[in-house]
C-alpha cells in the first residue's frame, strides 16, 4: 500500500497507518492471554451471573476434552446450533483449541436451509439447544449425524432464575402448542452437563498454522442466493480484531471495558465484531440470547458496557421506547453499527436519548470477517458513508464494465479490497472462490464512490441494480428518499420486469404506526425537485405492506421479495 492512499490523511489522531507485523497465533491463544492478564477478570455475563477468564478458559479446555473424547480432530467441523449464551463462547474455543472448525448456524432457519448448511460443512457434532433439537432432530436423522450435545438456556444462569426460567418457558412451550420437555428421554443426544462432568483431561492443543488453518466457517447471509461457507483462517480472526480494536484508539483499555453482545455470534458481525474482540481485549462480554428491549435495558444500566455494536433496528427501537429514558446508559462511549444502512436522524436521537453515546457507521462483508471500514470515533464521521479503511485494508473502484480500468473520485463503480482480513475462499467452492478472488483483490459485488478525502460511500448491491431503459437505478437510493417522508418507518425497492422499459421501480413501504400516505402522496413528494428522483427512478408500483423480509441482523432480504413478485407473476400467467 503506498503513501498516496487519500485516507491516511483522514485518520484520527494515534490511529497507525499499518499494525504489520500480526503475532502469527491461533484463535484460541486470545483467550489464553486474557486469561493470563486478568484471570478474575468477568469474562462473561449471563442474567445476572459471570465466569471469570480463569473458569472460561477451563471451561474451553473442558469441551476440547469432550470433543477428543468424540474423536473430533484438527480440521473436523464442530456445528453450533445456539443462540448467544456462555454454551456458545465455551464450544467455540473449545473446538478451535483442537484445530477444529467451528460452524455458526442460525437457530431460525427452516430445515431445509439448516439440512444444506450441515450437509455443506460436513459437521461431525452438533451443539444444539434443547428447545430447538424438535426443529432439527429429523434433520441430524437423515444425515446421520450421531453426536448431537443438548444444552439448556438455564445451565449457566445463577440461582433463583436458574430455578425459575424453567417454569415460564414450559408455559411459553404450551401456550404455543410445543412439547415438554423439549427433548424426549430416549432422545440420541448427550446432555451439555453430563459431557462436561465426565470429561477426562484435555488433550494437549493442536498446533495451528495461522494463515493456513481455518477456524471458523462463517456462511453467508443468502441475501443473493445460496448461503455459501466463508472460510475464515485464525490470522483472518485474529487480525480483524487486532485492526478493529485499534481503530478505538484510547475509548478501550485492556482488561477494563465491556461490550453488550446482541449480535449473533453465528453471523461475522458478531464471530469478530463481539466475540473475538471482546475476549481479544479482555472484555465482559454481556450475553443477551436475543435483542429484548427491556433486558437490554437492564442490563445495560447494570453490567455498564462501554461498546455497543449493532444494527440500526437496534439504536432506532431503543430510541422510540419510553422505557429508554428510565434507564442509564451513560456507560455506552461507542456504538459502530452495520448490516444496513444508518439513517442520520437515528444517530442523532440515540445520542440524546443515551446521554453522549457516539454512533459510527462501518462496513464489512462475511468474506473480509468482516469489518474493511469503519467511520472515525473522534467526532469527525462523514454522515452517509461508511468510513474509512481499516489499518492495512487497500481498497480501489473499479468500472463494472472494464473491471481492469481504476476509476477516480466520486465515480461509481466496483469495491474491491485487500487485506489480512480478507477469506482464504468459500468452502468446497473452487470456482467461486476464483471469481471473487482476483489477482490477490476480492471484489465485493458492491457499487461504491471515494471522496477525496478517502472516505467510502455505499451505493448498492451491483446484483440489486435496476435497469430502465438503459439508465441504472440504484434502490438504496430511492430507498432514502422515501425513507424521509415522515409517515415512512421501512422501505425496500427491487426491479420488476416492465414490456416497455425492460424493468421497472417497485417500492415496498410499511408505514410509521399512526401514520398514513397514499401512493400518489408518496409519488409526488418523492417527486420534488430538492429530493432528487428524476422520472425514470420514481417508483411505478408502490406495494404498502405490514413488515418487510429482513435477515436475522436487520438486512431487507431484497431477494425474497424478488420471488415473491415472481411467483406472482408465474400465477398469474
Known amino acids: 500500500m503506498t503513501e498516496h492512499r487519500p485516507w491516511f490523511a483522514s485518520y484520527p489522531k494515534g490511529i497507525p497507518r499499518s499494525l504489520e507485523p500480526y503475532p502469527e497465533v491461533s484463535v484460541f491463544s486470545m483467550l489464553e492471554g486474557a486469561a493470563r492478564r486478568f484471570p478474575d477478570r468477568p ?98 436423522a437423515r444425515l446421520k449425524i450421531e453426536n448431537v450435545i443438548v444444552t439448556r438456556l438455564t445451565d449457566y444462569m445463577a440461582f433463583p432464575k436458574k430455578q425459575l426460567a424453567p417454569i415460564k418457558l414450559r408455559k411459553a412451550a404450551k401456550a404455543e402448542g410445543k412439547p415438554w420437555p423439549p427433548v424426549a428421554k430416549d432422545a440420541p443426544v448427550r446432555w451439555w452437563d453430563d459431557v462436561m462432568g465426565s470429561a477426562g483431561v484435555a488433550p494437549v492443543a493442536a498446533t495451528i498454522e495461522p494463515r493456513k488453518d481455518v477456524a471458523a466457517l462463517v456462511y453467508t447471509g443468502g441475501t443473493t442466493g445460496v448461503s455459501k461457507g466463508a472460510m475464515l483462517s485464525h490470522f483472518n480472526v485474529t487480525t480483524n480484531a487486532r485492526q478493529a480494536g485499534c481503530w478505538f484508539g484510547d475509548l478501550i483499555e485492556d482488561g477494563h471495558d465491556a461490550l453488550m453482545s446482541v449480535l449473533p455470534f453465528f453471523h461475522s458481525y458478531g464471530v469478530t465484531g463481539s466475540l473475538a474482540l471482546a475476549i481479544m481485549f479482555a472484555m465482559k462480554l454481556v450475553i443477551e440470547p436475543r435483542f429484548d428491549l427491556e433486558t437490554v435495558l437492564h442490563d445495560v444500566a447494570k453490567e455498564k458496557p462501554t461498546l455497543f455494536p449493532g444494527v440500526p433496528r437496534i439504536y432506532q427501537a431503543l430510541n422510540e421506547s419510553p422505557a429508554t429514558r428510565k434507564h442509564d446508559l451513560s456507560s455506552i462511549k461507542v456504538c459502530v453499527s452495520g448490516a444496513a444502512a444508518l439513517p442520520p436522524v437515528v444517530a442523532e436521537k440515540f445520542h440524546e436519548v443515551s446521554g453522549g453515546a457516539r454512533i459510527v457507521e462501518g462496513f464489512g462483508l462475511t468474506e473480509c470477517s468482516p469489518a474493511t471500514h469503519v467511520n472515525p470515533c473522534d467526532g469527525t464521521a462523514r454522515i452517509g458513508t461508511v468510513g474509512l479503511p481499516l489499518p492495512d485494508t487497500d481498497c480501489k473502484i473499479v468500472a463494472l464494465d472494464e473491471p481492469d480500468r481504476i476509476l477516480g473520485v466520486g465515480e461509481a463503480g466496483e469495491l474491491c479490497i485487500r487485506g489480512p482480513q480478507v477469506m482464504l475462499g468459500y468452502w468446497q467452492r473452487p470456482s467461486e472462490t476464483a471469481s471473487m478472488i482476483r489477482d490477490g483483490w476480492l471484489h465485493t459485488g458492491d457499487v461504491a464512490t471515494v471522496d477525496e478525502d478517502g472516505f467510502f460511500r455505499l451505493v448498492d448491491r451491483i446484483k440489486e441494480m435496476v435497469i430502465v431503459s438503459g439508465f441504472n437505478v440504484y434502490p438504496t437510493e430511492v430507498e432514502q428518499v422515501l425513507l424521509r417522508h415522515p409517515a415512512v418507518f421501512k422501505c425496500s425497492v427491487i426491479g420488476v420486469p416492465d414490456e416497455r422499459t425492460g424493468e421497472a421501480v417497485k417500492a415496498f413501504v410499511v408505514k410509521r404506526p399512526g401514520k398514513d400516505v397514499t401512493a400518489e402522496e408518496l409519488l409526488e413528494w418523492a417527486r420534488d425537485p430538492e429530493r432528487g428522483l428524476t422520472g425514470y427512478r420514481l417508483p411505478k408500483f408502490i406495494e404498502f405492506r405490514d413488515a418487510l423480509p429482513e435477515s436475522v441482523v436487520g438486512k431487507t432480504l431484497r431477494r425474497v421479495l424478488v420471488e415473491e413478485e415472481r411467483a406472482k407473476a408465474a400465477a398469474q400467467a
Open 43 to 140: 469474562a462473561t455475563a449471563w442474567f445476572g451471573a459471570h465466569l471469570s477468564y480463569a473458569e472460561l478458559l477451563r471451561a474451553a479446555e473442558r469441551f476440547s476434552a469432550v470433543l477428543d473424547g468424540m474423536d473430533v480432530v484438527k480440521g473436523d467441523r464442530v456445528a453450533f446450533i445456539l443462540p448467544n449464551s456462555p454454551q456458545f463462547v465455551i464450544a467455540f474455543y473449545g473446538a478451535v483449541r483442537l484445530g477444529a472448525i467451528a460452524v455458526g448456524n442460525n437457530p431460525l432457519y427452516t430445515q431445509r436451509e439448516m439440512e444444506h448448511q450441515l450437509s455443506d460443512s460436513g459437521a461431525k457434532v452438533v451443539v444444539c439447544l434443547d428447545s430447538l433439537y424438535p426443529n432439527f432432530a429429523p434433520v441430524f
